[in-house]
């Protein structure tokens, strides 16, 4: 049982600060006289609580595995319901990697033109805001009603940057966004529901607690017709649906096409790491025999997403459109580390999830940068882009290596630990890699594809030809992307030593029920670290 505390922590002042700033947006600044006010009162909001989740960093203690800076206070007390928050090695990335994406984002949203002919700005940033503060309760909430809560209100802050700031066909990405999500949160409503009422609390520690201790129990007789298997299903169709993995991803590339940008890095670079946190920190502890059970069919779901979103990619001549669907090939790799259900796939799959956000995001930012200059997402319309924008051109192409997964860089070290956990598990093995490595190549044909496309070649354009030089501010959110891509790429100890601890507590709850095998073969955690970067 995690030790609790009353007292104001770091983590709740971290979740609390972006609603300051969204009330203070909300309440105090009109849009007709405080516009600019509006977006630096956003800029700094976000800012502060990038700063301040450093210090969760900072003050984390890596080798204890369960829960810091805890606050836990009674809400619901007759029914087992509490603010419970707090944060682990298992969210801590995360919540990083949200604090930092957001400012980038918001800046971002300067100079488009978009905010500008539609007005609403006011609203715009709140929402902004708004979203980061649902973003990093569902990584912070330790109570399953509390994190449900979340978890809807991440659905309102985004359905309406789509549907007032996004293109021609906003609405019907936005309401299909809202249903698709809205459809899985309803089973995983129910299944919350009986867990709570079962365990009698809906607390996650004491859950897991009860669990291991065997004071709570949920049958697993058979695969089908089972209790846990119909919980575990109602959790992880919810998850599966935000990450999203084949079949359940047909939402996600009307949602990242007619978005603003800022929706799609947010979206991409955060909003879809939700399901894939979720399946670790809610299915795996709750329901381990149910995870082993299904890993298998799991992870060719994700295999076939790998090499469906690759081959889908490479079709595209909308290159947004081509981006949104290398999330579908990236984030299968992710679910597939996370079912090898060992240390190393869940650790590849942890970092993958963060560095997904960063390149992915930088992707974004990159094609509504285009966007701006040439108003047409087409690749035809480009060609020779590099030569008119040379520092945007270089720029470019280290995100676009950073996607592709080459080593030096942030992509490689995920991939690797995946597909080292992947080949080593006990409940997956080789076939599954060998068919997972199919993605990697595949990610390098459309990636090269696109570039070719849009930086190389004649510069043959018009239109091409005088396209104004990156903006100070435009710098200013890639710069901190390629600070994260080499950073990542060329030392990730620190960010393996982060998890390390909780990810270990994690495999040592679902490691009973899987088919014992040699481990003796399988490097070291701080080994790979090593490897990674020689």
């Not at 796939?345 to 993958?352: A, D, K, S, T």
Request: net charge negative.
């Amino acid at each position: 049982m995690p030790e609790v505390s009353s007292a104001l922590s770091l983590s709740t002042v971290v979740l609390f600060v972006p609603i300051v700033g969204f009330l203070g947006i909300l309440l105090f600044l009109r849009e007709e006289q405080h516009t600019e006010q509006i977006k630096w009162t956003a800029l700094g909001t976000s800012l502060v609580t990038f700063v301040l989740s450093l210090l969760l960093w900072i003050g984390h203690d890596a080798t204890v595995p369960g829960l810091q800076m805890v606050q836990r206070n009674d809400w619901l007390p007759s029914s087992g319901i509490s603010f419970y928050v707090g944060v682990d090695g298992l969210s801590l990335l995360l919540i990083i990697l949200t604090t930092f994406i957001m400012p980038l984002a918001i800046l971002s949203s300067f100079r488009v033109h978009v905010l500008e002919e539609r007005g609403r700005q006011k609203l715009y940033y709140a929402f902004m805001l708004l979203l980061e503060f649902a973003m990093l309760g569902v990584f912070m909430a330790q109570d399953l009603f509390l994190f449900y809560i979340f978890w809807e209100i991440t659905l309102v802050p985004m359905y309406f940057l789509i549907g007032i700031w996004g293109a021609e066909q906003r609405m019907y990405a936005a309401v299909k966004f809202f249903l698709y999500t809205m459809a899985g949160s309803i089973l995983m409503l129910l299944a919350i529901l009986y867990v709570g009422i079962q365990a009698g609390t809906f607390a996650v520690p004491d859950i897991i607690a009860g669990i291991q201790s065997g004071a709570i129990s949920f049958p697993m007789d058979g695969i089908l017709g089972s209790t846990q298997s119909f919980l575990f299903l109602g959790f992880f169709i919810a998850f599966a649906i935000k990450v999203p993995l084949w079949p359940f991803h047909s939402w996600l590339p009307d949602a990242h096409v007619q978005a603003p940008t800022a929706g799609s890095v947010v979206l991409a670079g955060v909003m879809l790491k939700l399901g894939t946190y979720g399946i670790v920190r809610f299915c795996l502890p709750l329901f381990p025999e149910a995870s082993v059970a299904w890993a298998p069919y799991i992870a060719v779901l994700a295999i076939i997403g790998i090499v469906y979103g690759a081959w889908v990619s490479y079709a595209q001549t909308d290159v947004k459109k081509l981006v949104a669907y290398s999330s579908v090939s990236h984030l299968g790799f992710v679910v597939l580390g996370i079912f090898a259900l060992n240390a190393q796939g869940i650790q590849g799959g942890i970092l993958q999830m963060v560095n997904h956000g960063v390149s992915t995001g930088g992707l974004f930012l990159l094609v509504g940068m285009l966007y701006e200059r040439r108003h047409t997402k087409a690749m035809a319309a480009f060609g020779g882009i590099w030569k008119a924008m040379p520092l945007f051109g270089g720029l470019s192409l280290i995100i676009v290596l950073s996607s592709m997964g080459l080593p030096g860089l942030n992509g490689f070290v995920g991939e690797f630990v995946i597909l080292l956990g992947s080949f080593g598990s006990n409940v997956l093995g080789p076939l599954f890699t060998l068919f997972a490595t199919l993605g990697v190549i595949l990610a390098a044909v459309y990636l090269l594809f696109m570039f070719q496309k849009v930086f190389m070649g004649e510069l043959d354009k018009e239109e091409n030809k005088n396209l104004p030089q990156l903006h100070w501010q435009e710098l200013a959110v890639l710069i901190p992307i390629l600070i994260a891509i080499f950073w990542i790429g060329l030392q990730p100890r620190p960010f393996f030593d982060t998890m390390d601890a909780s990810v270990n507590q994690v495999v040592e709850q679902v490691q009973p029920y899987t088919v014992q095998a040699d481990n003796a073969a399988l490097l070291p955690v701080d080994e790979i670290a090593q490897a990674t970067v020689r």
